[in-house]
């Protein structure tokens, strides 16, 4: 395997490279000195210890994302992220996600009376769609206040040509540049409409949309521009969306590869919930529930490859590392690490226990980063895949329609290459 294999198969390559290497590979691609850390310590030392060394400016990712997520809080740094992150992080505090759990279940509830419409006969469903469309319907709702219903599968169907587009971009085809235009257009339609219902309305509702309508520029005293706003919004709806969605749809599919785990999940959840919805206040009682989640995410981790460029020379367990080096982490790589998993291509969500957990260095399991740049969904994103699986897996079992090929394919997100079309079943 060589370099040139890194665009045709990327998880293949990273395994080999780690595996084959060790825990720092470096190589050349295009222009760039790349070097591929995969060990805890070493991340740490990226993400946290040394962070500030360690820049999204310059990046081949960030250079990808620029032109779609403008200046958003994924894609800006220095002091302008830091003023974003500021105002925007009470929006994902646990009490303000804790209000929104019936919001989670009553949309899950939702889905599944539509299903009830094909369940126990053979028409499968497409389930990395419906799991799309349901939690962009649930960002949409928790953090802007806005029903999605409606345009929930426009938005999909658009967000998926421009993970596309991202992902086999080739500045020479018209075709592809002409699709992606389409798809933004639409998109950014849809993100005006959020804003322009606000400002008809005229009222703060105190949630995330008013309080950045609201906000002032600390220098400038300045509101956010309509252009702004629009980058943000785009940026929290994209980012919310789709990692969750995969997350959950990983998760069914794991259900099904093994009936052990997904028959110790609905005794769980049959004890606890006694057939009820679940609330928040049940998730400390459902440890199981959550224990597959997290297995899930390691195995079928949604974001599998975050970049870095060295700002200054430094070292990395006794390597040199010099400026303008491209320092990749790759959570998927990490999460299969043989050094730090035992059998790691086995699904086994015993690894959660808390005991096994307490004895794992940091950054040994990473699906959310870390740092000053972790992501800054991760309660909502853990309540809601909790809430979301909780509900339907009492409810529902999910079978992969027979002889149906099943292979990640690194994208934008992790994403199961040919869908996954499962039949529903009543329990
Ligand atoms: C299972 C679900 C999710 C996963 C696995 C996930 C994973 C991640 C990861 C790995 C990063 C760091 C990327 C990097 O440093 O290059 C990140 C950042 C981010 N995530 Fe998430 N995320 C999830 C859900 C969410 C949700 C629900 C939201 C918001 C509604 C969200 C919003 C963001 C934003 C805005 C950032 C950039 C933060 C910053 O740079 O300050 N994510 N996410």
Redesign the pocket.
């Known amino acids: 395997m060589s370099v040139s294999d890194l665009k045709k198969d990327s998880l293949k390559f990273l395994l080999h490279y780690t595996q084959t290497y060790g825990d720092i590979v470096h190589y050349r691609a295009e222009s760039w000195l790349v070097i591929l850390v995969n060990h805890p310590n070493y991340i740490k030392h990226v993400l946290q210890e040394k962070h500030h060394n360690y820049t999204?400016e310059g990046t081949p990712d960030l250079m990808m994302l620029k032109p779609m997520l403008g200046e958003g809080?994924?894609t800006s740094e220095g002091d302008s992220?830091f003023q974003q992150?500021r105002l925007i992080q009470p929006a994902f505090h646990r009490e303000r996600i804790e209000a929104f759990s019936t919001t989670i279940t009553d949309a899950t509830q939702s889905m599944l009376q539509q299903w009830k419409l094909i369940a126990d006969r053979d028409k499968p469903l497409e389930i990395a769609e419906e799991m799309t469309r349901l939690t962009l319907q649930v960002?949409a709702q928790v953090?802007f206040g806005v029903d999605l219903n409606c345009e929930a599968d426009n938005f999909g169907q658009s967000v998926g040509v421009i993970n596309e587009c991202m992902a086999h971009f080739d500045p020479n085809n018209q075709d592809q540049l002409r699709e992606f235009r389409e798809a933004m257009t639409t998109l950014n339609r849809l993100v005006y409409k959020i804003i322009q219902e606000r400002r008809c309305q005229n009222e703060d509702k105190r949630d995330l949309l008013s309080m950045m309508m609201l906000a002032t520029d600390e220098k400038t005293q300045e509101k956010m521009s309509d252009r702004h706003l629009q980058e943000q919004i785009f940026?929290?709806l994209m980012?919310?969306h789709e990692?969750?969605a995969k997350?959950l749809t990983w998760t069914l599919y794991l259900l099904d590869q093994h009936p052990v785990v997904a028959k110790q999940l609905q005794d769980e959840l049959a004890t606890v919930l006694k057939g009820r919805i679940p609330t928040y206040q049940d998730l400390p009682n459902l440890t199981y529930t959550w224990m597959v989640i997290q297995e899930s995410?390691r195995l079928y981790?949604?974001?599998w490859m975050?970049s870095r460029l060295c700002r200054a020379d430094d070292e990395i367990g006794g390597y040199h590392i010099p400026a303008n080096a491209l320092v990749l982490i790759s959570?998927y790589a990490m999460h299969r690490h043989p050094g730090f998993w035992q059998e790691p291509e086995q699904f086994n969500p015993e690894r959660f226990r808390p005991e096994a957990v307490a004895e794992r260095l940091p950054y040994t399991y990473l699906?959310?980063?870390g740092g000053q740049?972790?992501?800054?969904?991760?309660t909502?994103?853990r309540v809601e895949?909790h809430l979301v699986l909780a509900t339907l897996a009492q409810q529902y079992q999910l079978r992969l329609i027979p002889d149906h090929a099943v292979e990640p394919e690194a994208l934008v997100t992790l994403r199961p290459h040919f869908g996954l079309p499962m039949t529903v079943h009543s329990l």
């Open positions: 999204k809080l994924m992220w992150r960002v953090l940026t929290l980012a919310g990692t969750t997350a995410m981790t949604p974001v975050m959570p699906p959310f980063s740049r972790q992501c800054i969904g991760l909502l994103a895949t």
